[in-house]
């Protein structure tokens, strides 16, 4: 009866003169990819071992070690294959079987078999934000609670630039949840080019007529988003468009006339100046401001002029040399800010023109954010909600742009 040693040695040497000295390289790959999946079983003796081996043969003790080899050999021709067991990894996502066409959004997308449709009944403003139960989006839901969902929405622009309109609505998804869109990247649906937001996965495209939106929920698997992009039609001819927005009212919301503008104030520190009503008080700025800290009516750095002390509206003013930073950064890293104090308050931005240089202004907050190329500009109105009292304000501004101004840091001149 041959020892273990002894059929080590038979085995071994059997191995060294028949198996190849090479795999070819298709073999190598396959089977680091296969062992990289599964457990790990040390050698050909725990292989044997988990077929109860070597209770086999202690009850054969009769048997030779030609026996032996001939399981081995069977082995290495793949006469006998060890199934690993399942690593019980992630399950794919379902397929894309089934295509639902929106009559309200002129879009198509494809979903799972089994998901259910709840279809838009009211055609979106572009502004508003998306949620599972909008009127304006058509939804696709694995079940009614806790589970993922595909949203869609669509608007026409009506002449708005798609970054405007873009980064507008990724600055309500980041005022919700400030880490939505840590990243945006550039993006193709149906030829039309956009921007995708991760790791909340929102996607927004533009035909340059219309502006879409697909919303994948409850799910950070950007390649499965991916797949479901790849299936987005975009039909702007069957889409449905609401009434277009009307104009404010020049009128104050408790109807009456706001005061005119009949003072005019100019910043030393911030290079500006501004009409505003009778009796209405000053708080000038004291030091300049660096362009990124939040601006409030007890800021330093900011002109402040009010009704009254307290529960009254109020302007503020300031401005910051942009220093080689382009109008766009500046202006959507404050309205960011902005948003993020008040998630509803940049639901519009339209542009804005003041004192001859372009600009933007949001609304239901009324910030207006321009430049002259070098200085950004903020004129706030707060506690009220007179978008057209706020325009006429704006057209009184002037900016002292040749006039020296201290920069942040500096104490001010005398």
């Known amino acids: 009866m041959p020892t273990d040693n002894e059929l080590d040695h038979v085995i071994s040497s059997w191995l060294e003169d028949r198996a190849p000295n090479r795999l070819p390289d298709r073999v190598l790959l396959a089977t680091f990819e296969r062992t990289r999946k599964g457990r790990q079983y040390g050698g050909w003796r725990a292989l044997l071992r988990r077929l109860n081996v070597n209770h086999f043969f202690g009850g054969l003790a009769g048997v030779t070690a030609a026996v032996a080899l001939a399981l081995v050999a069977a082995f290495a021709a793949g006469g006998i294959s060890f199934n690993q067991p399942s690593t019980g990894g992630e399950s794919p996502p379902p397929a894309l079987t089934q295509t639902y066409t929106s009559a309200i959004n002129g879009m198509s997308v494809s979903y799972p078999t089994g998901w259910q449709l709840r279809p838009a009944t009211a055609p979106w ?12 989006a058509d939804v696709i839901y694995a079940s009614e609670t806790d589970s ?25 998804l980041t005022g919700d949840d ?3 869109a840590s990243a945006r990247d550039p993006i193709t649906v149906d030829g039309a080019a956009g921007v995708l937001s991760d790791p909340c996965l929102v996607a927004l495209v533009s035909d340059g007529q219309r502006g879409y939106l697909i919303w994948l929920y409850r799910s950070d698997d950007r390649a499965w988003f991916e797949q479901i992009l790849s299936t987005v039609k975009l039909l702007p001819a069957q889409a449905v468009d609401g009434p277009s927005p009307t104009p404010s009212s020049a009128a104050s919301s408790s109807g009456s006339p706001e005061p005119p503008l009949a003072e005019t104030f100019s910043s030393a520190i911030n290079g500006m100046s501004i009409s505003y009503p009778t009796g209405w008080q000053l708080q000038p700025a004291t030091e300049p401001w660096n362009g990124d800290a939040f601006v409030q009516q007890d800021s330093p750095f900011a002109d402040t002029i009010y009704a009254s002390e307290t529960d009254s509206p109020f302007i503020a003013i300031a401005s910051a040399p942009l220093a080689g930073r382009s109008f766009d950064d500046w202006s959507n890293a404050y309205l ?11 639901a519009t931005r339209d542009k804005v023109t003041v004192d001859g240089y372009a600009g933007i202004v949001s609304d239901p907050c009324l910030v207006a954010l321009v430049s002259n190329g070098q200085r950004g500009y ?37």
Request: hydrophobic content about 45%; aromatic content about 12%.
């Open 125 to 136: 403003n572009g502004d508003e934000f998306v949620q599972q139960d909008s009127a304006f």
């Open 148 to 172: 993922p969902f595909i949203a869609l929405a669509s608007m026409p622009l009506a002449g708005r630039a798609f970054d405007e309109w873009s980064n507008a609505y990724l600055a309500k």
């Open 178 to 180: 400030p880490t939505c």
């Open 336 to 346: 960011m800010k902005l948003v993020s104090d008040d998630a509803g308050c940049a």
């Open 378 to 414: 903020l004129v706030w109105l707060y506690r009220s909600d007179d978008r057209a009292w706020f325009e006429q304000i704006l057209s009184t501004v002037t900016f002292t742009a040749d006039s020296p101004l201290p920069t942040p840091g500096a104490a001010p001149s005398e």
